[in-house]
């Protein structure tokens, strides 16, 4: 018997990658805070974001901002 997971995590991720874009965040210079992104409840899934700075998918300044990694 198959369990349906919905894929919360996967979209989530897409958006935040997504809203870093658009804000244009590519280094610690123009990084920016998850509230500041045009996420829906943006502290949501913190244990995501910590697994994507682990993965190297984004990083984390020292203010707590956010920016894609390259």
Known sequence: MAFFVPPVFLIRKKRLIRSLMKANAYSADT???LDELDLLNPYAFPF???RMVRRNE???TNEGKYYLCK
């Open 31 to 33: 990084a920016k805070r």
């Open 48 to 50: 995501l974001t910590v």
């Open 58 to 60: 984004i990083s984390v």
